[in-house]
């Protein structure tokens, strides 16, 4: 360990202000890097030194993270910089450190990981990874290349079982930013609450906070031609978004043909982030990364954030080891150099629909031909299904007066109908037979109401075209 220095949140924020007034400096690749994922992996497990507590260390790996980190621990507001990292990865290797990992109690497993760029994850309820969370996302969807600014130095204050407190200083071409995580883990999953500042080296054409990233392949809606056995496969099946004046989206998410970039005008927005509603195991029938497991990630803004919209990129695969999805919110205030941005905001990473309340949900959608079963499908239309549940729609039938409210002009909308699922447990299915060809835009809106209440969220689809 180093010698102490004084350490504070101000301190970190001057730093970040004094290095965006320098060149950008690439980071160095690591002298000692893993060969490959094999040796990674028997670098990071087994009996090893902890640090803090009940962090332990990523070594750098020539396959994913290639950069050091500078890690220090914090005690009484002094910092003592690892110098020395001998007896800190498994099988008393040598190496340098990408990231760390924080251990549960038990020492056995880990809750929370930061490895490259500015990346991050947590487990839900159900100690299981899935997306992940980044500090920025710089011009993401956009004609111009991505820029992934990085993490370069940790510091770690240990507050008892299941409590972290992690600061990081960020660094890239056109941003650098100080970072502070007040991080806890109980039964419920991991929240975390994140205070940034930004200093702007550069204009930025696309500046997203509290981005998002993960992967949708298919689920039951319509499956590829060329897919996996399982029925279902994505660590996010939606983009929920709460907006300031009040209106619930539901955004099912899609694979499409080409990438495609959406904006969501969500102002001051309450709370938004990919869900994995669907938590059924024989929906998946996966058994090895148990895709019903995977947590959702929920942001909840703090102050006003202005206007602005939530973004999410949709990007083509065909299989499931690609992160083809990532949503950020972006002001509506042009990013340029010199400025600062100071925000706030609460990740909550759970198992549990933290968009679930009275509100009636989408919790299932399909897809297939127009018209009857059973008879000849109507030439041109697609039939879209979706089913609702919640607290709005108990005890209401078909004698009700509920409908299903779209935005679909009448030359595209051949049919509809809304009723409670003759299964006994409050659900509700609308129908819509649209010929797709006559839509204005590849999307429709659609929610529940009755009378002039809404009953149920606001579900965007998008269509293939």
Known sequence: MGPPTPFSWDILVERARVLAARPYVVPPVSAHAARDYDAAVKLTYGS????????RLLPASKVNATSPVRIAVVQAGQAREI??????????????????RVLDASGKSDWLAFQGASYFRACGSRD???LSARAVAIDTGLPSPEEFPNFTHFWFEQEGPGKVRIHALLDGPSVTGAFGFDCNFDDAGVIQDVTGTLFLRNDVGQLGIAAASSMFWYDQSRRPPHADWRPEIHDSDGLAIQAGNGERVWRPLDNPKSTRLHAFRADNPRGFGLLQRDQVFDHYQDDGVFYDKRPSLWVQPKGDWGP????????ATDRETNDNIAVFWHSDRPAKAGERRDFAYRLTWTSNDPTADATARCVDSFEGPGGIPGADPIVGARKFVFDFAGASLTGLDRNSGVIAATDLPANALVSSAAYPIARGDGRWRVTLDVRTANLPRPEFRLFLKRGQSALSETVIKAIEV
Do not use: H, K, P, R
Not at 48 to 55: H, K, L, T
Not at 83 to 100: I, P
């Open 128 to 130: 299981q990874y899935g």
């Open 308 to 315: 602005g919209s939530v973004y999410l990129l949709e990007m």
């Open 48 to 55: 090893a030194q902890a640090i803090a507590g009940n962090v």
């Open 83 to 100: 110098t020395d990292m001998a007896g800190l990865f498994a099988g008393g290797g040598t190496a340098d450190a990408s990231g760390f």
